[in-house]
Nanobody, 131 residues
């Protein structure tokens, strides 16, 4: 059974930093593309960042460039999203997802449109930005 479990969501002040984690079980991350998404009430889930299965390139939506870093630790089968300089408009529920053999087209779709498909999703972790 495949499971993705996010953690690390918290209340942070504007301008603060946070690292989200996503522990994956049931599949080996080496074969999967990984993605992070943000959703706020009433809006569609939007891709924030992506890393394809084929290489270590990283992809970001424009709003996250220079502020977010996606990474994965194969030894722990865990993916991360390091976030800094969080503005008040970045709160939401953050989700991780994986897709078998997902490549650059998936990452382009993830970070530049809302047209993407992933195989497995976590339940999300809440990030609140408040002073």
């Amino acid at each position: 059974q495949v499971q993705l479990v996010e953690s690390g969501g918290a209340v942070v002040q504007p301008g603060g930093s946070l690292r989200l984690s996503c522990e994956v079980s049931g599949v080996s991350l080496g074969e999967y593309a990984i993605g992070w998404f943000r959703q706020v009430p009433g809006k569609k889930r939007a891709g924030v960042s992506c890393m394809p299965s084929s290489d270590s390139s990283t992809w970001y939506r424009d709003s996250g460039k220079g502020r977010f870093i996606i990474s994965r630790d194969m030894s722990k089968n865990t993916i991360y999203l390091q976030m800094k300089s969080l503005p008040p408009e970045d709160p939401g529920r953050y989700y991780c997802a994986t897709k078998l053999s997902g490549g650059w087209p998936l990452c382009i779709a993830t970070t530049q449109s809302d047209e993407y498909e992933y195989d497995y999703w976590g339940q999300g972790t809440q990030v609140t930005v408040s002073s």
